[in-house]
């Protein structure tokens, strides 16, 4: 593997992992920094996760605009930098609003996957983007696993050593990268900056002009929305159906989180040469309509904990689902489009929490008409089906003409 690319992989792990590496400690982090209990922390920590996801949303498209025109090299290491300067803030602070700040500034360095997948982009030949995307999936996947498991190592040193131990690694990355990370945007494809579409609604309206990628993006984000029921209600969902634990919930995660670096990172590459990128992404939410039904029904914890690794064998719909709308925008603007996907994915973050929990404390609460925690995973179904229809519908058109 080629060391920039490395370098590109070690920062989208990098943002996945100082994530999670923070979520150990941030029930007891709050509770010091405010001086409530633990409700209370449960509520700001509601906030500050939801001020992650606004930041995104509002700066993903900026970010993949400046680097359309500046270059992916310059905005990768600054954010890098302020990242780590973040970091540093956050370890020290000792107010909740300076915590706040930290999620600001965190939510939009994390913007920084847009220009990442545009880099992979760059340097992908035709045809072979989505797989470059896997990449950058599988990069995420294992952060996410790899985070929450370091933090609570971490976490027995003080609620402060997770913060140093992300700044130490986004400093050292920001480092490597000065180094080896070489610019992909030359003359022939960098592209003016244009205020009216470095935010998320001027990226949607430009991109949706071009033929596919409106249906894409609509595609994207039903999944989205879909796919968050995981982080949403599984905790809760667990417990409910089958008594577990946070162990066996962890468990489950991670077996989870590790399939699906495997499939975005090695296994996708059989299905692609197979499938092709459309025929990728159709297998991808076939596959999850029947995960979904069973997760739904099933109720026994060990077919369960087998379902689990099993249902991220559709985690090739993301990756194939970039690449074909990649291959549609054109080198001119990658950084735009990874920038609106990254918007879009913080809108999912934000409105499927409140959805599925929503459905599942309506189907759970002591005086529910019927009990069904797989509720939440029919509704996923159910979006998945519409994903899958307007995916389908231009080649339905096509074929009745």
């Given amino acids: 593997m080629r060391l920039p690319v490395l370098v590109i992989l070690l920062t989208v792990f990098i943002d996945a992992m100082g994530v999670g590496l923070i979520i150990p400690v941030m029930p007891e982090l709050i509770a010091e920094v405010t001086g409530g209990g633990l409700a209370q922390a449960a509520l700001w920590g509601g906030v500050l996760s939801s001020v992650f996801a606004v930041m995104q949303f509002l700066f993903g498209p900026l970010v993949g605009a400046l680097s359309d025109r500046y270059g992916r090299r310059p905005v990768i290491l600054v954010s890098l930098a302020v990242l ?3 970091y540093v803030v956050m370890a020290v602070a000792g107010s909740i ?6 999620r600001v500034v965190g939510g939009i360095t994390s913007a920084t996957q847009a220009t990442a997948s545009a880099y992979i982009a760059d340097l992908s030949e035709p045809g072979r983007k989505a ?4 990449l950058i999936g599988a990069a995420f996947g294992l952060g996410f696993v790899v985070g929450p498991l370091l933090g609570g190592l971490l976490g027995e040193f003080g609620t402060r050593a997770p913060f140093w131990a992300a700044a130490a690694l986004a400093a050292g990355n920001g480092l490597l990268g000065w180094f080896v990370l070489r610019e992909t945007v030359t003359d022939a494809i960098r592209r003016p900056f244009e205020p009216s579409r470095a935010n998320p609604f001027g990226a949607f309206r430009a991109l949706g002009r071009l033929p596919g990628v409106g249906r894409g993006l609509t595609v994207f984000f039903l999944y989205q929305v879909a796919f968050m029921v995981y982080p949403a209600v599984w ?3 667990g417990r409910a159906r089958f008594g577990w634990d946070a162990g066996m919930v962890g468990l489950s995660l991670g077996l989870f989180g590790i399939m699906m670096a495997v499939v975005q990172g090695g296994l996708i590459r059989l299905i692609l040469n197979r499938l092709g990128p459309r025929g990728t992404v ?6 999850d309509i029947f995960a979904f039904a069973a997760i739904a029904f099933v109720t026994s914890g060990t077919i369960a904990l087998i379902l689990t690794p099993l249902a991220a064998l559709a985690a090739v719909i993301t990756p194939a689902l970039q690449g074909v709308m990649s291959a549609t925008v054109g080198p001119r603007r990658q950084g735009e489009l990874q920038g609106a996907l990254t918007s879009v994915s913080a809108v999912a973050m934000i409105l499927s929490p409140l959805v599925m929990t929503q459905v599942f404390a309506a189907f759970t609460a002591p005086d529910a008409a019927v009990f069904f925690p797989g509720a939440p ?3 996923s179904l159910g979006l998945i089906v519409v994903a899958l229809v307007v995916f389908l519908w231009p080649a339905r058109q096509r074929a009745v003409a």
């Fill in 97 to 102: 609003w300076l915590l706040l700040a930290g």
């Fill in 235 to 237: 905790a809760y969902f």
């Fill in 282 to 287: 159709i297998y991808g939410l076939v596959f």
């Fill in 377 to 379: 995973f029919l509704l």
């Fill in 84 to 86: 780590a300067a973040d």
């Fill in 131 to 134: 797989q470059g995307f896997g």
